[in-house]
């Protein structure tokens, strides 16, 4: 996992940020994949090193409802396209991560609409969660409740083949790792008999499991994922900003401590999911949101839109995600002005991590806590370094790091 290890993630939804249509015919399919070679030298500039993509494979609506993973989505192009993405990411030093989807299909995917045609003996009726027997014929079973989200079987040998080819077909075209779509889902066990394979063929490919609630170490532990998305800390992080209640933010960190004894969680303020830290803290505490999360352990994402202040709020609705899914420029010059200031503290801030690449497996020590104040320490593994970081919430929003001698290294005032 030592690659990994000195990665800052970009992450981005190339439907919504290459401007795809999401629940509409698409009048004009083409090479959409293409505009993000005009955002590389940007991604290098912000400081990241890898791009985190959310589903490119071909899909009924918002790519979470595939209905082929060995296909590049026609709205976004065709393997060429792909291809050149990933020499642009090569070519500049950055690793590539897909998301995959391995939970559940969409409703119109070909396979299951032939398992469904087929019967419960047929060839790929084994791929899917299907009650042969229920009243009315066959009921598939859904995903969360969605209705237009068919679940695996993940209880099938055929299911673990196929997510093996799928993972592996991608892997030997150039990317570096799986962001694993809802592996809270899935029994951990499934993922123990993958994953091993996967690896045997890609030894240094890295496993990032979304996992929402429960046991995280228990699920690294049993499933075999190098690590889960770490919402604990994401959730601490903008409710203690928003509440000024830094308790809230202490007793996650002591919480992120233990975790980091057993792998190296992976760190967000914000991502596809969920409604934009801009939005839910201010520009001022936005910044704040960032100085946490470069100063403590973790493999760091930036969500793109983010490090330019972009605002957006998710809904519980149909398109409910749009907002903070948005369409790009067609190059960084395009980008509004007002959202300078952040970029730089982003830059600012990723830079300081870099100098300081002890910080992906810091722990943090509390020095004072309230309501509205909090210092800690994040110190090394090895106890031979330190920054000390203090947040000040009680006007304006103050963040200061200082280095292992005192000295103040970075100071962000509203």
């Not at 290890?5 to 992450?11: A, L, M």
């Not at 999401?22 to 009048?27: K, L, S």
Request: net charge negative; proline share 5%; aromatic share 10%.
């Amino acid at each position: 996992m030592a690659w990994v290890e000195h990665t800052i993630w970009w992450q981005v939804y190339p439907l919504g940020f290459c401007g795809a249509p999401i629940r509409d015919a698409d009048p004009t399919p083409g090479p959409r994949l293409r505009r993000l070679l005009a955002w590389l030298d940007y991604a290098v500039e912000l400081g990241a090193n890898g791009l985190i993509l959310g589903p490119v494979f071909a899909a009924q609506t918002h790519g979470y409802d595939s209905l082929d993973q060995f296909r590049i989505d026609p709205r976004l192009g065709g393997d060429q396209d792909f291809d050149d993405l990933v020499a642009g990411c090569r070519a500049r030093g950055l690793r590539v991560v897909l998301d995959g989807v391995f939970s559940h299909v969409g409703r119109d995917h070909p396979d299951l609409v032939r398992a469904l045609r087929e019967g419960p003996d047929g060839g790929t009726a084994q791929l899917f969660d299907i009650d042969w027997d229920a009243a009315g014929g066959p009921a598939p079973r859904v995903f969360e409740g969605h209705d237009g989200l068919v679940r695996f079987d993940h209880r099938s040998p055929q299911t673990v083949d196929y997510v093996v080819r799928v993972m592996t077909h991608w892997l030997d075209r150039g990317i570096d790792g799986w962001r694993l779509d809802a592996a809270y889902s899935v029994d951990a066990g499934f993922w123990a008999q993958v994953l091993p394979r996967v690896r045997a063929r890609h030894p240094d490919a890295w496993f990032l499991g979304e996992v929402i609630h429960g046991d995280y170490s228990a699920f690294v532990d049993e499933s075999g994922v190098d690590t889960v998305t770490q919402y604990e800390l994401w959730k601490a992080i903008w409710s203690s900003i928003v509440d000024q209640n830094l308790f809230e933010l202490d007793w996650a960190l002591t919480r992120h401590n233990d975790f980091l004894q057993r792998f190296t969680p992976q760190t967000f303020v914000g991502n596809h999911d969920v409604t934009r830290i801009a939005s839910l803290v201010g520009p001022a505490g936005a910044v704040a949101a960032l100085a946490v999360l470069m100063t403590v352990g973790g493999i760091p994402s930036v969500y793109s839109g983010d490090e330019q202040g972009f605002s957006g709020v998710k809904e519980e609705r149909i398109g409910g995600d749009d907002a903070v899914r948005p369409a790009f420029p067609d190059t960084p010059a395009g980008l509004a002005p007002w959202g300078a200031e952040i970029h730089r503290a982003h830059q600012d801030l990723i830079g300081l991590r870099r100098r300081h690449p002890w910080l992906t497996t810091a722990t943090t020590e509390a020095l004072a806590v309230e309501n509205a104040r909090y210092s800690y320490r994040a110190g090394s593994r090895d106890g031979t370094s330190h920054l000390d970081v203090a947040l000040d919430l009680t006007a304006e929003a103050v963040v200061t790091i200082f280095d292992g001698l005192g000295q103040v290294l970075w100071r962000h005032r509203a």
